[in-house]
Protein backbone atom coordinates (compact mmCIF):
# COMPACT_ATOMS: atom_id res chain seq x y z
CA UNK A 1 0.00 0.00 0.00
CA UNK A 2 1.11 3.54 -1.10
CA UNK A 3 0.83 7.03 -0.33
CA UNK A 4 0.41 8.34 2.95
CA UNK A 5 -3.92 8.64 2.81
CA UNK A 6 -5.48 5.81 1.09
CA UNK A 7 -9.17 4.27 1.30
CA UNK A 8 -9.48 0.73 1.25
CA UNK A 9 -12.17 -0.23 -0.58
CA UNK A 10 -13.82 -3.65 -1.48
CA UNK A 11 -15.61 -4.48 -4.81
CA UNK A 12 -18.10 -7.55 -5.56
CA UNK A 13 -16.23 -10.49 -7.23
CA UNK A 14 -18.58 -12.96 -8.83
CA UNK A 15 -21.70 -12.44 -10.78
CA UNK A 16 -21.65 -8.73 -9.78
CA UNK A 17 -18.09 -7.74 -10.28
CA UNK A 18 -18.46 -6.78 -13.99
CA UNK A 19 -21.37 -4.56 -13.82
CA UNK A 20 -19.06 -2.82 -10.54
CA UNK A 21 -16.35 -2.34 -12.80
CA UNK A 22 -18.19 -1.29 -15.71
CA UNK A 23 -19.97 1.62 -13.18
CA UNK A 24 -17.06 2.59 -11.78
CA UNK A 25 -15.07 3.23 -15.07
CA UNK A 26 -18.17 5.45 -16.07
CA UNK A 27 -17.79 7.30 -12.65
CA UNK A 28 -14.30 8.29 -13.84
CA UNK A 29 -12.01 5.58 -12.22
CA UNK A 30 -9.95 3.72 -14.95
CA UNK A 31 -10.50 -0.01 -13.49
CA UNK A 32 -8.08 -2.48 -14.33
CA UNK A 33 -8.47 -5.84 -13.34
CA UNK A 34 -6.01 -8.85 -13.47
CA UNK A 35 -8.15 -11.92 -14.36
CA UNK A 36 -5.99 -13.61 -12.28
CA UNK A 37 -5.34 -10.92 -9.60
CA UNK A 38 -7.40 -10.07 -6.94
CA UNK A 39 -6.12 -6.40 -6.31
CA UNK A 40 -7.76 -3.76 -9.10
CA UNK A 41 -5.68 -1.00 -9.95
CA UNK A 42 -8.09 1.52 -10.08
CA UNK A 43 -5.99 4.23 -11.66
CA UNK A 44 -6.43 6.66 -8.23
CA UNK A 45 -3.61 6.52 -5.55
CA UNK A 46 -5.77 6.99 -3.12
CA UNK A 47 -7.96 3.69 -3.59
CA UNK A 48 -6.92 0.39 -2.17
CA UNK A 49 -9.18 -1.76 -4.00
CA UNK A 50 -9.81 -5.64 -3.15
CA UNK A 51 -12.40 -7.88 -4.99
CA UNK A 52 -14.07 -10.07 -2.46
CA UNK A 53 -17.44 -12.31 -2.48
CA UNK A 54 -20.19 -10.08 -1.50
CA UNK A 55 -21.36 -12.63 0.94
CA UNK A 56 -18.15 -11.84 2.87
CA UNK A 57 -17.90 -7.99 2.89
CA UNK A 58 -20.07 -6.74 5.14
CA UNK A 59 -17.80 -8.91 7.83
CA UNK A 60 -14.45 -7.05 6.74
CA UNK A 61 -16.32 -3.90 6.94
CA UNK A 62 -18.13 -4.48 10.11
CA UNK A 63 -14.48 -5.04 11.63
CA UNK A 64 -12.32 -2.50 10.26
CA UNK A 65 -10.34 -4.78 7.77
CA UNK A 66 -11.94 -2.64 4.86
CA UNK A 67 -12.99 0.99 5.62
CA UNK A 68 -16.01 0.71 3.05
CA UNK A 69 -17.28 -1.70 0.44
CA UNK A 70 -20.35 -2.62 -1.98
CA UNK A 71 -22.31 -5.82 -1.42
CA UNK A 72 -25.88 -6.64 -1.58
CA UNK A 73 -28.41 -5.78 1.30
CA UNK A 74 -29.39 -9.47 1.56
CA UNK A 75 -25.54 -10.67 2.61
CA UNK A 76 -25.73 -8.09 5.29
CA UNK A 77 -28.44 -9.54 7.09
CA UNK A 78 -27.44 -12.69 6.41
CA UNK A 79 -24.13 -11.83 8.19
CA UNK A 80 -26.07 -9.73 10.59
CA UNK A 81 -24.48 -6.92 10.49
CA UNK A 82 -26.46 -3.99 9.55
CA UNK A 83 -26.26 -2.47 12.45
CA UNK A 84 -22.43 -2.55 12.54
CA UNK A 85 -21.92 -0.78 8.94
CA UNK A 86 -22.93 2.63 7.43
CA UNK A 87 -25.50 2.73 4.81
CA UNK A 88 -24.39 5.22 2.81
CA UNK A 89 -25.89 5.13 -0.24
CA UNK A 90 -28.21 2.45 -2.64
CA UNK A 91 -27.45 1.63 -5.83
CA UNK A 92 -29.71 0.29 -7.97
CA UNK A 93 -28.21 -2.31 -10.51
CA UNK A 94 -27.67 -6.03 -10.21
CA UNK A 95 -25.80 -8.51 -12.51
CA UNK A 96 -28.68 -8.56 -15.29
CA UNK A 97 -29.74 -4.83 -14.95
CA UNK A 98 -31.68 -1.60 -13.30
CA UNK A 99 -33.33 -3.63 -10.66
CA UNK A 100 -33.44 -4.50 -7.08
CA UNK A 101 -32.87 -8.37 -6.42
CA UNK A 102 -36.17 -10.22 -4.75
CA UNK A 103 -35.40 -13.14 -2.52
CA UNK A 104 -38.85 -15.03 -2.35
CA UNK A 105 -40.14 -18.05 -0.35
CA UNK A 106 -41.08 -20.93 -3.07
CA UNK A 107 -42.77 -23.97 -3.16
CA UNK A 108 -43.15 -26.15 -6.43
CA UNK A 109 -46.70 -25.13 -8.21
CA UNK A 110 -48.59 -28.03 -6.65
CA UNK A 111 -47.80 -27.74 -3.53
CA UNK A 112 -50.19 -27.20 -0.53
CA UNK A 113 -47.79 -24.88 0.97
CA UNK A 114 -49.48 -21.28 0.85
CA UNK A 115 -47.98 -19.90 4.00
CA UNK A 116 -45.10 -19.69 6.43
CA UNK A 117 -47.29 -21.68 8.71
CA UNK A 118 -47.71 -24.43 6.00
CA UNK A 119 -44.17 -24.81 6.46
CA UNK A 120 -43.94 -26.50 10.20
CA UNK A 121 -41.88 -29.48 9.99
CA UNK A 122 -40.65 -29.05 6.44
CA UNK A 123 -37.46 -29.21 4.68
CA UNK A 124 -36.09 -25.44 2.92
CA UNK A 125 -33.25 -25.14 0.87
CA UNK A 126 -31.55 -21.84 0.62
CA UNK A 127 -28.02 -20.16 0.57
CA UNK A 128 -29.77 -17.02 3.00
CA UNK A 129 -29.96 -19.94 6.08
CA UNK A 130 -29.42 -17.02 8.92
CA UNK A 131 -32.13 -15.16 7.33
CA UNK A 132 -34.68 -17.96 6.42
CA UNK A 133 -34.07 -19.05 10.27
CA UNK A 134 -34.96 -16.04 11.57
CA UNK A 135 -37.89 -15.55 9.88
CA UNK A 136 -39.60 -19.13 10.94
CA UNK A 137 -38.23 -18.30 14.59
CA UNK A 138 -40.64 -14.72 14.78
CA UNK A 139 -43.28 -16.93 13.04
CA UNK A 140 -42.96 -19.61 15.61
CA UNK A 141 -42.23 -22.49 12.95
CA UNK A 142 -40.41 -24.95 13.40
CA UNK A 143 -38.75 -26.32 9.70
CA UNK A 144 -35.25 -27.69 8.81
CA UNK A 145 -33.15 -25.42 6.83
CA UNK A 146 -30.40 -26.18 4.85
CA UNK A 147 -27.49 -24.41 3.17
CA UNK A 148 -27.95 -24.79 -0.90
CA UNK A 149 -24.43 -24.97 -2.72
CA UNK A 150 -26.59 -23.97 -6.00
CA UNK A 151 -29.21 -25.01 -8.54
CA UNK A 152 -31.29 -24.04 -5.64
CA UNK A 153 -34.49 -24.14 -8.25
CA UNK A 154 -34.39 -27.98 -9.25
CA UNK A 155 -34.47 -29.22 -5.83
CA UNK A 156 -37.89 -28.57 -5.09
CA UNK A 157 -40.19 -30.82 -4.87
CA UNK A 158 -37.68 -33.44 -5.44
CA UNK A 159 -35.58 -33.12 -2.76
CA UNK A 160 -36.92 -30.32 -0.47
CA UNK A 161 -40.27 -28.68 0.20
CA UNK A 162 -39.57 -24.94 -0.33
CA UNK A 163 -36.65 -22.95 -1.16
CA UNK A 164 -35.71 -19.19 0.00
CA UNK A 165 -34.26 -18.06 -3.82
CA UNK A 166 -33.31 -14.57 -5.06
CA UNK A 167 -34.73 -13.24 -8.23
CA UNK A 168 -34.49 -10.77 -10.78
CA UNK A 169 -37.41 -11.82 -13.24
CA UNK A 170 -38.69 -14.56 -11.68
CA UNK A 171 -38.22 -16.25 -15.43
CA UNK A 172 -36.10 -19.26 -13.38
CA UNK A 173 -38.82 -20.00 -11.12
CA UNK A 174 -41.65 -20.01 -13.51
CA UNK A 175 -38.97 -22.66 -15.56
CA UNK A 176 -39.01 -24.95 -12.51
CA UNK A 177 -42.35 -24.66 -11.78
CA UNK A 178 -42.40 -22.82 -9.34
CA UNK A 179 -44.92 -20.28 -7.52
CA UNK A 180 -43.76 -17.56 -5.05
CA UNK A 181 -45.80 -18.05 -1.58
CA UNK A 182 -44.02 -14.61 -0.55
CA UNK A 183 -41.69 -12.04 -1.31
CA UNK A 184 -39.23 -11.65 2.22
CA UNK A 185 -37.25 -8.55 0.17
CA UNK A 186 -36.06 -6.38 -2.19
CA UNK A 187 -32.26 -6.37 -2.12
CA UNK A 188 -30.23 -3.62 -3.73
CA UNK A 189 -26.17 -3.00 -4.28
CA UNK A 190 -25.41 -0.84 -0.98
CA UNK A 191 -22.22 1.03 -0.60
CA UNK A 192 -21.94 0.52 2.91
CA UNK A 193 -18.86 2.08 5.85
CA UNK A 194 -17.15 1.32 8.46
CA UNK A 195 -17.74 3.45 11.47
CA UNK A 196 -14.44 4.34 12.59
CA UNK A 197 -13.79 5.06 8.83
CA UNK A 198 -17.52 6.97 8.32
CA UNK A 199 -16.33 9.33 11.50
CA UNK A 200 -12.95 10.13 9.70
CA UNK A 201 -13.44 13.43 7.73
CA UNK A 202 -10.67 12.50 4.90
CA UNK A 203 -12.41 8.91 4.81
CA UNK A 204 -15.55 10.05 4.88
CA UNK A 205 -15.31 12.91 1.99
CA UNK A 206 -13.83 10.23 0.11
CA UNK A 207 -16.45 7.51 0.57
CA UNK A 208 -18.98 10.54 -0.08
CA UNK A 209 -17.51 11.63 -3.53
CA UNK A 210 -17.14 7.57 -4.63
CA UNK A 211 -20.95 7.62 -3.69
CA UNK A 212 -21.98 10.65 -5.75
CA UNK A 213 -20.08 9.57 -8.87
CA UNK A 214 -21.68 6.25 -8.79
CA UNK A 215 -25.08 7.96 -8.11
CA UNK A 216 -24.58 9.98 -10.86
CA UNK A 217 -23.27 6.91 -13.81
CA UNK A 218 -26.40 5.07 -12.33
CA UNK A 219 -28.43 7.73 -13.06
CA UNK A 220 -27.30 8.37 -16.86
CA UNK A 221 -28.04 4.37 -17.70
CA UNK A 222 -31.58 5.38 -17.72
CA UNK A 223 -31.01 9.10 -19.28
CA UNK A 224 -29.78 10.22 -22.77
CA UNK A 225 -29.61 14.11 -23.99
CA UNK A 226 -31.72 15.49 -26.59
CA UNK A 227 -30.68 18.74 -28.90
CA UNK A 228 -32.61 20.21 -31.05
CA UNK A 229 -33.52 23.29 -33.34
CA UNK A 230 -36.86 24.86 -32.78
CA UNK A 231 -38.29 28.09 -34.68
CA UNK A 232 -39.43 30.64 -31.68
CA UNK A 233 -42.97 30.15 -33.20
CA UNK A 234 -43.31 26.69 -31.90
CA UNK A 235 -41.37 26.54 -29.06
CA UNK A 236 -44.44 26.47 -26.99
CA UNK A 237 -45.20 23.59 -28.70
CA UNK A 238 -42.57 21.36 -28.64
CA UNK A 239 -41.99 22.09 -25.03
CA UNK A 240 -45.13 20.98 -24.25
CA UNK A 241 -43.85 17.24 -26.06
CA UNK A 242 -40.90 17.60 -23.75
CA UNK A 243 -40.16 16.10 -20.23
CA UNK A 244 -37.24 17.23 -18.53
CA UNK A 245 -34.86 16.15 -15.91
CA UNK A 246 -35.24 20.00 -14.79
CA UNK A 247 -36.41 22.97 -17.14
CA UNK A 248 -35.18 22.64 -20.67
CA UNK A 249 -31.83 24.83 -21.46
CA UNK A 250 -32.77 27.07 -24.39
CA UNK A 251 -30.48 29.06 -26.29
CA UNK A 252 -30.74 31.78 -29.09
CA UNK A 253 -29.80 30.63 -32.69
CA UNK A 254 -27.97 32.91 -35.30
CA UNK A 255 -30.05 33.15 -38.87
CA UNK A 256 -29.32 34.28 -41.96
CA UNK A 257 -33.30 33.94 -42.95
CA UNK A 258 -34.56 36.22 -40.52
CA UNK A 259 -36.80 34.29 -38.95
CA UNK A 260 -36.02 33.78 -34.97
CA UNK A 261 -34.73 29.88 -33.92
CA UNK A 262 -33.29 28.83 -30.48
CA UNK A 263 -31.63 25.51 -29.44
CA UNK A 264 -33.43 23.95 -27.25
CA UNK A 265 -31.30 20.77 -25.08
CA UNK A 266 -32.91 18.23 -22.31
CA UNK A 267 -32.27 15.50 -20.33
CA UNK A 268 -34.99 12.75 -21.07
CA UNK A 269 -35.59 9.18 -20.51
CA UNK A 270 -33.91 6.69 -22.98
CA UNK A 271 -37.48 4.56 -22.95
CA UNK A 272 -39.26 7.65 -24.00
CA UNK A 273 -37.01 8.58 -27.17
CA UNK A 274 -38.96 6.74 -29.85
CA UNK A 275 -42.34 7.93 -28.71
CA UNK A 276 -40.67 11.61 -27.99
CA UNK A 277 -38.53 12.06 -31.35
CA UNK A 278 -41.54 11.69 -33.94
CA UNK A 279 -43.84 13.72 -31.97
CA UNK A 280 -41.12 16.65 -31.19
CA UNK A 281 -40.08 16.43 -35.25
CA UNK A 282 -44.32 17.14 -35.31
CA UNK A 283 -44.53 19.84 -33.38
CA UNK A 284 -41.52 22.05 -35.32
CA UNK A 285 -38.28 20.52 -34.01
CA UNK A 286 -35.60 19.92 -36.50
CA UNK A 287 -31.85 18.44 -36.73
CA UNK A 288 -33.18 16.44 -33.63
CA UNK A 289 -29.69 14.90 -32.20
CA UNK A 290 -29.49 12.17 -29.36
CA UNK A 291 -26.33 11.40 -27.22
CA UNK A 292 -25.39 9.22 -24.55
CA UNK A 293 -24.71 10.52 -20.91
CA UNK A 294 -21.83 9.14 -18.54
CA UNK A 295 -23.21 10.78 -15.44
CA UNK A 296 -25.99 13.17 -13.98
CA UNK A 297 -25.64 14.73 -10.97
CA UNK A 298 -28.60 16.48 -9.44
Known sequence: MSGERQLRIGLPKGSLQEATVEIFRKA??????DVRGYHP????PEL??????????????????LDCGLTGLDWILEQGREN???????????????????????????????????????RIATELVNVTRRELEKRGVHATVEYSWGATEAKCPSL????????????????????????????????IANPQAWAD?????????????LQGALAAEEQVGLKM????????????VLPALKRPTISPL????????????AVVSNRQVRELVPRLKAAGAQGIIEYPLNKVIP
Not at 41 to 44: F, L, N, Q, S, V
Not at 162 to 179: P, Y
Open 254 to 265: ASNDGEDWVAVE
Open 160 to 191: VDAIVEGTETGSTLRANNLRIVEVLFESTTKL
Open 201 to 213: PWKRQKIETIAMM
Open 41 to 44: DMGD
Open 84 to 122: DVVMVTDLIYSKQGMRPYKWVLAVHENSDIHSWADLEGK
Open 229 to 240: NVARANLEAVLG
Open 28 to 33: GWRVSV
Open 48 to 65: WAVLLRAQEMAVYVADGV
